[in-house]
């Protein structure tokens, strides 16, 4: 019982610890911008309220960076004007916040018992959504006052997303199975590849349109510099006001960002309710509040110069193709491991899918309002932006990648042609070698090789003919009998070429060694030998009868052969031996000492 109650209260205490951590973390985000704003208050020269005010202004900020609208109640005209264009950069200060407290939470410690990531998430929200709650009801009495709508349905995403990706960091970014509790169909489509190769693609397709929006933004601003700085000096006398005003504009800068990828995708952006900046001209009257980043908008009509922002969306469609193409064909894969043209034309468009929905949502948090009247709208039109992101990324990313796709399968292919060809090349190398081999073999065994000084005595002597043929037993003159492709005869010759065999032909399969010695290869060689002798060899012997008496026990000592008669284990009597006994000094291979193949009597 005590156990138990000791891991109660160590879960306890966990739990307790996670809630704190979030509590904390919402008051570092708050605490860092109230001392920054109270900082500017202080070296302000003529500021326009108390300290209580800047602290009123720090909270509106610091839900202002959550994406909460706010609202300036007092206003010339008497009534409330919102502000709702939200600084990306200072968007990033809660979310790192609140990623790293659920982070820590999963660290594991000796003595605390480990939460799971459920529960470390929904404590750190809950404490971190506890100070926001106060927060927001505390920046209600001051200039800048929280949108309740907005409040409710904003500040509880971001925090349990945030809260979310840092379990999943603190878990190892693990990419095991869906979640059990997601419906059935989303299971599916998540676990797929084309799925998370079209996430990979889309969000680099995002990114690189980000930043080259970005890349127009400072290019423009180079060229605007003068009136840039002017807006920069008008906007404040003092030093604390422009730091100020240096401040706010970094803040703006992924705005300003986004703001040029919109612009360089063709619909632009609105600056004020009627007025539009596009790449091919400025429709309307645009309202520009005096401040540095907006003295970088384009003015006038479009010129070529400012056609060519469109470099900028050109590659987005190639670079969504590549990173499908990296699943879909990679480059060391063959070609039945690679995607089939449909599949990857839909993993592409999937890709350009995701990148026009990031882009959309981007360009939705980069703008809003800024006041009433023609101040009502400012920034990107989001589905505008999405619309044409889609547009740039399916109409150029799916040829490219048809293409690429097609290209490094032909590669391929054409490597491996060349490979199959040489391969081929060596092997009809290698069998020409040896048919030659072959008929060298041949005509070895009608002509032996030998020097040119032993020809001539032996076609004197009527062993040999000039031209390298086995001469008639009559001499060179003489008629020779008619030999059929057996030899002479027409007894079996193992390995002798017909006469008018063709020696360019497939050379025939060598004898296996048992056919090689059978009493009938040997006897028809000996005929050939007997043949090409003149008749100076005697005829083959006859097999010795099987005898009639056991064989003695013991071996008769070596060379008692009886008189007048010839051993039948002796080399001269059994010409099969002979044609068997090899010059090895070992005893197996000398004549007479072993029984004959045929069963005869040592």
């Known amino acids: 019982m005590s156990s138990a109650s000791a891991v109660d209260r160590g879960r306890a205490a966990a739990l307790t ?34 300290a209580g005010a800047a602290l009123h202004v720090a909270a509106g900020l610091w839900l202002l960076a959550h994406g909460i609208e706010l609202v300036r109640p007092e206003t010339l005209s008497g009534v409330p004007a919102p502000l709702g264009v939200v600084p990306l950069l200072l968007t990033a200060l809660p ?73 999943w960091t603190a878990s190892g970014r693990p990419q095991g199975p869906v979640p059990m509790w997601l419906p059935r169909g989303v299971r599916t ?13 889309g969000a680099a397709g995002a990114l690189l349109l980000t930043g080259g929006g970005a890349l ?84 006038g009509s479009g010129t070529p110069l400012h056609w060519a922002v469109v470099a900028v969306p050109a590659i987005v469609g190639p670079t969504i193709a590549w990173f499908t193409l990296r699943v879909a064909a990679p480059p060391f894969s063959v070609r039945e491991e690679a995607w089939s043209a449909r599949d990857t034309a839909f993993g592409t468009a999937l890709g350009g899918v995701v990148c ?31 619309a044409a992101t889609l547009l740039w990324a399916v109409a150029l990313g799916v040829p490219t990648a048809l293409l690429l796709r097609t290209w490094r399968l032909r590669k391929r292919w054409a490597k491996t042609d060349r490979m199959s060809r040489a391969e081929r090349r060596s092997v009809r190398k290698a069998e020409r070698e040896e048919r030659k081999a072959g008929r060298k073999a041949a005509a ?3 002509e032996p090789d030998l020097p040119p000084w032993w020809r001539a005595p032996l076609w004197w002597l009527g062993l040999r003919s000039g031209t390298g043929e086995v001469a008639p037993p009559g001499g060179p003159g003489a008629a020779a009998p008619e030999a059929g492709p057996h030899g002479a005869g027409g007894a079996p010759w193992p390995g002798a070429v017909p006469q008018g065999a063709d020696l360019d032909e497939e050379p025939y399969d060598f004898l296996a060694a048992d056919a090689w010695h059978e009493r009938g290869a040997r006897e028809a060689r000996w005929a050939a030998f007997k043949e090409a002798s003149g008749g100076l060899m005697a005829g083959y012997p006859p097999a010795p009868p099987a005898p009639t008496s056991p064989a003695p026990t013991h071996p008769a000592p070596t060379g008692a052969a009886p008189t007048g008669a010839v051993s039948s ?24 000492t072993g029984p004959t193949e045929e069963g005869g009597a040592p």
Request: with cysteine.
């Open 444 to 446: 070895a065994l009608v």
């Open 95 to 167: 979310v790192w916040l609140v990623h790293r407290a659920a982070r820590d939470t999963l660290e594991p410690e000796e003595g605390r018992p480990q939460l799971t990531a459920l529960g470390a998430v929904s404590t750190v929200s809950c404490g971190y959504l506890l100070v926001g709650g106060a927060a927001a009801l505390y920046a209600g009495g001051g200039p800048l006052t929280a949108h309740p709508l907005r409040a409710l349905l904003t500040l509880p995403l971001l925090t349990v997303l945030s809260a979310t990706a840092g379990a």
């Open 17 to 50: 610890a996670s809630f704190l951590r979030g509590a904390i973390a919402a008051g570092l985000g708050l605490g860092a911008l109230a001392v920054l704003l109270t900082m500017m208050w202080i070296a302000s020269p003529y500021p326009d309220g108390g």
């Open 216 to 299: 127009l933004v400072g290019v423009s601003l180079g060229w605007h510099s003068a009136p840039a700085h002017a807006s920069f000096v008008q906007l404040a006398a003092d030093w604390s006001g422009r730091f100020a005003v240096l401040l706010l504009g970094l803040a703006l800068v992924p705005n300003a960002a986004i703001w040029g990828a919109a612009y360089a995708l063709g619909p632009g952006f609105v600056l004020g309710t009627g007025a539009t900046i596009t790449p091919f001209g400025v429709l309307g009257s645009p309202a520009l509040p005096s401040f540095p980043l907006l003295a970088a908008v384009p003015e």
């Open 356 to 386: 026009a929905v990031l882009t959309a949502f981007l360009a939705a948090m980069a703008g809003g309002p800024l006041g009433n009247g023609r101040l009502a709208a400012f920034g990107p039109v989001w589905w505008l932006t999405g």
């Open 569 to 592: 284990g002796s080399a001269l009597s059994d010409p099969v031996r002979a044609d068997r006994a090899g010059p090895g000094p070992s005893g197996a291979d000398q004549p007479g």
């Open 189 to 201: 489509v998540l676990a797929r590849t084309r799925t998370r190769s079209a996430l990979r693609s």
